[in-house]
């Protein structure tokens, strides 16, 4: 059975299953707080190309968005994400059961728009009523977005100045980073996003590591007692020096990028030899996500033998179906692919 | 200065000022544990029409929905209101407070519509990811709603229905229910009410008592411990008969109706009126609240004599405004306020 | 049937009564923006001698303690308490429910020991765990305490400095705060409170209001957003202007002290009584609350004729019973407890 | 340096690598629904000795504690532990995080006393204010304790007798369950826990996984939707995998029972020969945390080549300390510590 569902089918890099193994039997000390966790921390200042980036690890993205969220917002602030993001969606309440609203704007290929986000704001303030709700506290958007879709410079650095404007810290999502950065039609680098955001997260588990995820805090922002915060959410792992070690190995010659161009080079091979057999795409995505319109009986005939992601109905004979790859995928798996398709 | 701004501007019927003053020195048991809040909950089982009614007295409007809310929800659902709901848009994220989203369907002149809902829940339980979002958990609308809007006994009845198939309590916020029952144009009686929803509460603060709403869970279905989730909501008012002498005087001799019918005829003839005067209304409101347009010249002009509600923009040179009748309105004030349009 | 169970048996002060009466059909805005709230908070800026103070009201005490604390709270700090208070024994976890954990420390006679507390934070800051523990963020207190005990001023300014080292927020709950400052023996003045702490609240429920108690920050420290988070909590009074006439009353010509002296009169008269009787006393309580020691059998006889609290076992035969005086008491009630003794 | 500080040192059983390396090319789907995790649950139930026990895995022993509390409480429920409780001590009040209160019992040997708790539910139910109370919710323990000791059969069927009868669920916190179960000093086998207990974790980081923990439900007491709180939580792994893979292998050929009986080998070794060189003990602990009582000056020679923990002053000049041993420590290591004392 060929599996495209997702980009999290697999463990890790080998590099990271060797250092494993070869530090398996040194002693750390716990909770992060061990030289390779630092080490990785120095890697990943290096990347995102500052000294005073602020770097903490946890297992997971619901687990890093519900930490940082939580962490960010005052008590009567909610986050404001399109309709489409994952928050919004796909976690379960996860923010609101820390006490927390999502407020929504429209996704437009999974994007924010950064002048609906300022209207949004001017209205809240017209509103002699704005006291009796509930506050914007902060933006939250993923890039890659849950449409493989990724903000232009121009379109991040005007979310960025509305957010500024309106004291709203802007929080990125990169459960997909790798992707994103590794994409042949991005102008946004690891730098920049740096520089226009006020966090944001490294995604390990979609790109590379058996799980893990970096939290990254831009501007000496970092919520106070964040590590006693991270206790508090139960995201604290006992054993810090696994995520150390995964993330210094992905930040060891460019590991991740590597493993994210991976990713991207199947993609973009499976997205020209699929248009070439004129399937149409719900829309154009520049990274590993991949969504292919299928007329139903083809799409019920592809499930005997692939795995992948029903996506949304089209109109009533037709489906927009996700195949995702990853930094695992091979050539040889995207031709059995094409072969079916 | 006219003040048309809302329906809790004055104190409260006189019976019930009179009564505080004949029972001021008596002592009273704490908690709502006294003869006159238990005789305040006969009289309001005999008016919904079932000796099974379980009354629950508390003093704000909020408070009610984010404490009933919260008690029938399991920790992982949501409920389901409009956009319009007051719970989403002008409670300060009481429900998120609680741990719960607040699941939005579109308000049709401030109204869910059955089909909607049922489509969503649908849409839902055939998403493979469902576990992974939240739960609808119960419905939330008002009546009448927002925007002055009732529900007819058909829409109800089948919300009602979809709220069964897809075993959602429903929940009505009668913060204006007396409003609605007195409306010259409903075929919804508060014994139907009774019957096709799981809990509401009956609005005193904008009918009649100086505060609070009497939550009427309908089948048996109180939540458990009810009692102490409201101490444990900063819910339970000490001298709990306060609240007990003001249901008791407004369920005696037909006084909550009565009261209603005043806010009812105030409004029915500002509207004739009005609408005599040429002007156009944002709906056709057939309660105390009247959405009349006005051009922003004239809506300037009057905020010199008159205080009322800026509702939304209608376009460039136009402004719906709120103008709200209550038990209280005389037809003096409103002929003021006629003079002035 | 005698009752002296609380202090809070019967409805309020004449002169609210009237108040309410007399500002019955006048039109106000709601939410405490009105007049006479505005008044109510400058006469109580004048009784505890600062223009600064920053006053809000809410509708009860749990209430109130829930609001305050979780407002001045930061998510990973918990408030500090004797074990007795009443926000670790008898708000049915509104504290918890914020969120926040209740950190004890043993009462004595109902009051924390300055010293106790210097020894828990310094125990705290020397456990090299402390990052993995709740950080205690604010100390809650009750003056009178739930024993009717006071604190000294050297006792209290003693806590204070504690505090103040440890950069803890001091709060007061002042649900019988009058009959605390009316006592014969006590050093504290409003002013002396008002100084030594960062917020405590001015009882009314229990004082001589229907209900409602005014929150006092005292250092321009008021929480960011208050009115949202009342409103959050469920705790905005849609008419505020009630409270803020209850209060206006009661710091008018010193009503507030008038009332409380009452209390405070009967109570010293019943205790002087009561010892003259030979009846021994839980402890010695300079405020309204006396706590007598009774033998089972008298207890029970009495239980025929007056309500009280039991309040807790002596030994095997003895059992101590709370009888509260309050603003309404007569000396004619007094004596009829007398006479039953 | 030597390291006896904490039992969660090093990585992992090399057959658990051995298994990330053979599994890591594979693909799995997410979330714990692959067939390996089921392998895991099957080899566990049999374990327990029950094709009932529900299973279900997270990744750390806070995440566990405080998942199946929120989830097994209801919303007006605390958990009775003792003072020394993991829960109520060093989880930075993440019990508290999700709103209920942590109440508490004293700690003897770390243990709970089933007298103590009768007498607390009997003291609750017995005091007519109990509903503006906590309910006591379900007990939480832990085997074995904080202090390395283990409750008896008969101990814990006392509990268990008492949380019967009040209703009231027994969960155990197992994070050290293996050397409990390996003690020689117990008389408590997995199976006599899964019939004694409503819920317990058997713990993985600290006896041999690289991390996580197995949740273990006993009488088809499964929290409703429990998949989607451990999500609403931030505790659902993507890659369910490596949780099953792990535990998997834990309960091969009872590797989980060999990793513990080398922790217990060494921490008896250990124990008889610091008790040999004179040495005392804070309390006779049958695991493999021993607490060692030392004078400060040797503790802080000591400290020059040994990591370990800093328990509790005993005296002036004396101090406990704690050595634990784990599954990797070598007979090696601990003739070292010795040479050393």
Known sequence: MLQFQCDYLQGCAPEILR???NTNS????????DPV???????????VGSDDADVWFVTGGTQANQLVIDAMLQPYEGVVSTTAGHVNVHESGAIEFTGHKVMTLPAH???????????????????????????PGMVYISHPTEYGTLYTKDELTALSQVCREYHLPLYVDGARLGYGLASRHTDVT?????QLVDAFYIGGTKCGSLFGEAIVFTKNNTPRRFFTRRKQHGALLAK????????????????????AANAIDQAEYMKKEIAAKGYDFLLDSPTNQQFVILDNEKM?????????????????????????????TTKDQVDQLLALL
Do not use: N
Request: glycine share 8%; proline share 1%; charged share 25%.
């Open 109 to 135: 290929d999974g994007k924010m728009c950064a002048g609906e986000l300022k209207k949004m704001m001017q209205t809240f303030y017209a509103d002699g009523t704005y006291e009796h709700q509930v506050f």
């Open 37 to 47: 966790s630092a080490s990785a921390i120095a890697k990943i200042r290096s990347f």
């Open 300 to 328: 019920h005939q592809l499930e005997k033998d692939v795995i992948f992601s029903v996506w949304e109905p089209v109109d009533e004979t037709h489906t927009a179906v996700r195949f995702a790859t990853s930094w695992a």
């Open 26 to 33: 040194q002693c750390f000390v716990g909770y992060g707080e």
């Open 240 to 259: 810090g020096w696994l995520l150390g070690i995964q993330f210094d190995e992905l930040f060891t010659d460019g590991l991740y990028m590597k493993l």
């Open 19 to 21: 250092r494993l193994e």
């Open 190 to 194: 690891v730098r920049d996003l740096y």
